[in-house]
């Protein structure tokens, strides 16, 4: 089959590699249909690490995933061949204190799609996953809509994460893909006002258009006392998505007493920091995310009701062959790029 492979920095190879078997009774073979581009597999990209995770050359990325079920093990019940399913990403060894604690997501074993040192990727022709990583698709929702789950479910967990959620007055900081993942399972979860920041102006217009009551930009608008000065109380919950230092400071800034910052952005930095002497004044709950757990099904429950629109977020396609304009466009934030999706079925139909 072909892969298409991270063979160095900024440098992506589509090259042949044996076709994944099934291994398990209950494994199923993937034709993949669409993928998402994720800003983590753009980390990968441009510096070949996030944190301490550091890929060794060759390696596939991608993660966020839809396919066609090719063939089943002899142990799957739910999905035949023919079947459209979204990919969970993330899989978990179902023994270890984390998963028997409810926590498949920091599984001590954990293998996610595309991380270096656990899974390949899934940006090749075929892909095996284990049954229960496999959800079926009702006949409304596309494949494309289906590659957006992942992210999707991140936004539906990040909500979880930040607590009581119903006409709450939040603030969202980075309206990337992310970001406005948070944004929609927000509004769907009944937050009562919603305030976005991005630097990208085409962004900052994507959040507005998307259901954001306020959105702004830093680099021309001072966040802190535009929001402050609609909310003179300060605001419930802060979700950074950027995973920028300035954004945290903002954070610090616009919590009210007892408010919660929810870390979701990845920064690119070792070290991030707090003024302490304003959190702890104020008492306020950090809270970090680790993608997501166990909020795949309810997110896509979500988007087969038609509850979640996430269509918006698309704004561009790349047949595979042409991944690496895909991954130079996200990584340069050209083009008002939100989510670029690689069809191996054709960038013109919308399956
Ligand atoms: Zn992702
Ligand atoms: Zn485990």
Redo the contacts with the bound molecule.
Sequence with gaps: MKAMMLTGLRSLELREAPPPELAAPTDILLKLAVV?V????IHYYTTGKIGSQVVSYPFVVG??CAGIVERVGPAVRRLKPGDRVAVE?AISCGQCDQCRGGRPHTCRALKFLGCPGQAPGCLAEYLVMPEQCCYPLLPALTLEQAALL??LA?GFYSVRRGGSIKGARIAILGAG??GLSVLVCARARGAQTIYVSDRIEARVAVARNAGADWAGNPDQVDIVKEISAREPLLLDQVFECCGQQAALDQAIDLLKPGGKLVMVGIPEVERVSFIIDRARRKELDVLNVRRQCECTAPALALLERGVLKADFMITHRFPFDRTKEAFDLVADYRDGVVKALINFLGTTRNH
Aim: glycine fraction near 16%; charged fraction near 25%.
């Design positions: 998402g994720c800003g983590s597999d993660h966020e990403p992942e992210p991140i893909p992310i």
